[in-house]
T-cell receptor, first 115, second 112 residues
Framework: NAGVTQTPKFQVLKTGQSMTLQCAQD?????MYWYRQDPGMGLRLIYY???????DKGEVPNGYNVSRLNKREFSLRLESAAPSQTSVYFC??????????????FGQGTRLTVV | GNSVTQMEGPVTLSEEAFLTINCTYT??????LFWYVQYPGEGLQLLLK?????DKGSNKGFEATYRKETTSFHLEKGSVQVSDSAVYFC???????????FGIGTKLQVIP
């Protein structure tokens, strides 16, 4: 019953460093998402992938890149970290598009601090 | 565009009090509506959902009714417990948009 697994759980970066957040799901879901959560802002969508081989920008994509490596895995990369990217990052997955009652399953989150 | 509006809180209640967290939405089309809960240090998990007008979702003593006429999906519980302390997110999904839109989350604190 792993569901959605994110690594790492915590990370501290210096400004300008790069890193990749990993996400994997074992539910055979087609769609995967990356959100960031900030106080007073709720959850904001960074990027999503509706199916293997496709990715699309969400509300706040600047400074990030993503890769849908296969159906299970969806990674988020920060090429040059900035203090404004300090946040809690969540990966989520859901069933294929076309399902009216789809629900999202979330990972435990990655708490990232950029100093 | 699609959006969800809810109060940020915190909402502070005594144990066994009645809870209402308001949620209203704006959507192009006919959304499915959700309430997610986030316990401290954890990811979000689905609490309940409703897929069409007048549907009532319920789980763990929580209820919410999909009201198309008022574009609302308010969360209620008759008697809260300390263990209900968490952040509650209202959300919507519209077929074809391929993503879920969340409100800002309402923090609930229940004191003994």
């Amino acid at each position: 019953n792993a569901g959605v697994t994110q690594t790492p759980k915590f990370q501290v970066l210096k400004t300008g460093q790069s890193m990749t957040l990993q996400c994997a799901q074992d539910m055979n879901h087609n769609s995967m998402y990356w959100y960031r959560q900030d106080p007073g802002m709720g959850l904001r969508l960074i990027y999503y992938s509706a199916s293997e081989g496709t990715t699309d920008k969400g509300e706040v994509p600047n400074g990030y890149n993503v890769s849908r490596l296969n159906k299970r895995e969806f990674s988020l990369r920060l090429e040059s970290a900035a203090p404004s990217q300090t946040s809690v990052y969540f990966c989520a997955s859901s069933e294929a598009q076309g399902y009216t009652n789809t629900e999202a399953f979330f990972g435990q989150g990655t708490r990232l601090t950029v100093v | 565009g699609n959006s969800v509006t809810q109060m940020e809180g915190p909402v502070t209640l005594s144990e066994e009090a009645f809870l209402t967290i308001n949620c209203t939405y704006t959507a192009t089309g006919y959304p499915s509506l959700f309430w997610y809960v986030q316990y401290p240090g954890e990811g979000l998990q689905l609490l309940l959902k409703a897929t069409k007008a007048d549907d009532k979702g319920s789980n763990k003593g929580f209820e919410a009714t999909y009201r198309k006429e008022t574009t609302s999906f308010h969360l209620e519980k008759g008697s809260v417990q300390v263990s209900d302390s968490a952040v509650y997110f209202c959300a919507l999904y519209i077929r074809g948009y391929q993503k879920v839109t969340f409100g800002i989350g309402t923090k609930l604190q229940v004191i003994p």
